[in-house]
């Protein structure tokens, strides 16, 4: 029976999406390993290196529905090595003795760090993927909503005026700045690794750049300069843009949470048919949805915890600190996909903006909310440091008193003649002061965006920064 929340029959649902799950799955796993294997052997024909007979035969037989995983699994407890009892079935797969030549000239860490790469590259299009869907979401949101005004909070009060617009504009020039980072990394973090069993290519007898760098372009990946066995920044950076993401829309979460509060009430995320707010309390719709995106959001930072352990690696390979990763970023991975794909399904479904309370919510203290644009008038005749002073006595009689600030103001003999009753109330009109707000929901709208088709294209660039093209050798890689 399950006993990982991942994949439990009962949580495995909200904890997991089925796209991320299968991609580091065990299945998904072994092929990568087999791809790689594969391509290894194809490049070694092509030079000589090894028979063509060979590389075809290993075409032949590298496909993982041929391999029993429990034997692996069981296999390679008892051999004490994760990658050995792979290597040996596809050997004995291999007729005609052709299996001798798998494998050559490569180690363990070369094979599960290219199948790595090669399942964070298949994550890589999907993350982008579903955080292009949110963000034209949200900018749906924004646009629609660029002039609904609303209260603006500061310290978790109220503060001045803002539109509802805006504030999703702010959400969506955060992720537009994750796309960005995800453009800049690609190159950099997309690469395999094929250097031998220090990372001197010894074993390719004076060919390994030519190898590396044509088996990995069949891959679709760069080549490195030199070995990174024990280098885990590549690994390090794949997993930190996932925890920025995921610390943006756990932000995002955390604020619709708090908005759609009893006594805010300005935000409430789409309640879905049959579903039950609370067992006991029949009135009840808690923002469920945003509840699980803020605990995966976490969940997700939580794993950067481990990785950053798995960085200390010692002399040119560490097993100890590089077993870390095996279970820490693919389940970072699995928490990152389902937070997007139930943030993606939260604003698919459609926000509740709730104009009338937001108006409300202006409403709620008789103008205070304007006191600095009160100030900024009186600073005219007063000067901005006594005008100051004027009005934030002003406000404390009118929280003292109970009155409006309006008639706060008006009552005040220091400020007698200053403004006209109409003038004051246009002073206190906040619809008339959000400042540059709808601009910046046009100028966030307006922003031109790295390419996504670009993550669906087969190859990288390679290292050198000329355009690689080579297909994979394995559809679907």
């Known amino acids: 029976m399950p006993s990982h929340i991942t994949e439990s029959r009962i949580h495995g649902g909200a904890y997991s999406s089925p796209e991320f799950a299968a991609i580091f799955s065990d299945t998904n796993q072994v092929q990568k390993w087999l791809d790689v294997e594969l391509a290894l052997a194809l490049t070694q024909a092509e030079m000589g290196v090894i028979p063509q007979q060979a590389a075809q035969e290993i075409a032949r037989v590298a496909e993982v529905g041929r391999f029993d995983l429990e034997a692996l699994g069981k296999e390679g407890m008892e051999t004490g090595h994760i990658l050995v009892p792979t290597i040996r079935a596809l050997a004995r797969l291999c007729s005609n003795g052709w299996g001798e030549y798998v494998h050559y000239g490569v180690t363990t860490q070369d094979i599960l760090d290219t199948g790595l790469i090669l399942q964070i590259k298949q994550a890589w299009s999907r993350v982008l993927s579903r955080l292009h869907a949110i963000r034209k979401h949200l900018l749906t949101l924004a646009q629609r909503h660029k002039h609904t005004p609303m209260v603006a909070r500061t310290h ?50 004076g060919q390994g750049f030519e190898i590396q760098q044509r088996t990995l372009a069949k891959l679709g990946l760069g080549a490195p300069l ?57 009135h009840k719709q808690n923002p469920s949805t945003v509840d699980l995106i803020s605990a995966l959001s976490r969940l997700v930072r939580g794993q950067m915890v481990a990785l ?126 959000t400042g540059l707000a709808t601009q910046m929901v046009d100028r966030v709208a307006g922003i031109a965006l790295p390419d996504l088709a670009r993550d669906e294209r087969e190859g990288t660039k390679s290292r050198q920064g000329k355009p690689n093209q080579s297909q994979h050798v394995m559809e679907g890689m």
């Open 308 to 433: 950053t352990d798995a960085a200390f690696q010692l002399h040119e390979r560490d097993g100890s600190a590089w077993r870390i990763e095996w279970a820490a970023l693919p389940e970072l991975f699995i928490y990152a996909g389902a937070l997007l794909t139930r943030m993606e399904g939260l604003l698919a479904a459609g926000l509740e903006v709730r104009e009338e309370r937001m108006r409300a919510n202006l409403e709620l203290f008789g103008g205070l909310i304007l006191s600095e644009r009160v100030m900024l008038a009186l600073a005219t005749q007063f000067g901005k440091q006594t005008a100051h002073e004027l009005v934030h006595e002003v406000s404390r009689e009118s929280r003292r008193s109970g009155i409006s600030f309006r008639d706060a103001l008006l009552n005040d003999q220091r400020l007698q003649g200053c403004f006209t009753v109409q003038a004051l109330e246009d002073l206190l009109n906040p619809a008339t002061y």
């Open 226 to 282: 030199t070995s990174w066995h024990s280098a885990r920044d590549r690994v390090l950076e794949a997993a930190w843009l996932l925890v920025q993401v995921s610390l943006t829309l756990g932000r995002i979460a955390n604020e619709i949470y708090h908005l759609q509060r009893s006594e805010i009430d300005e935000v409430r995320e789409a309640a879905r048919p049959g579903q039950v707010g609370s067992s006991t309390m029949p």
């Open 156 to 205: 978790g009060q109220q503060a001045l005026p803002t539109t509802f617009g805006y504030k999703v504009a702010v959400w969506i020039d955060e992720i537009d700045r994750h796309l960005a980072r995800f453009d800049e990394a690609r190159e950099r973090v997309l690469v395999g690794n094929l250097t031998g069993a220090v990372g001197t290519m010894a074993a390719f007898s």
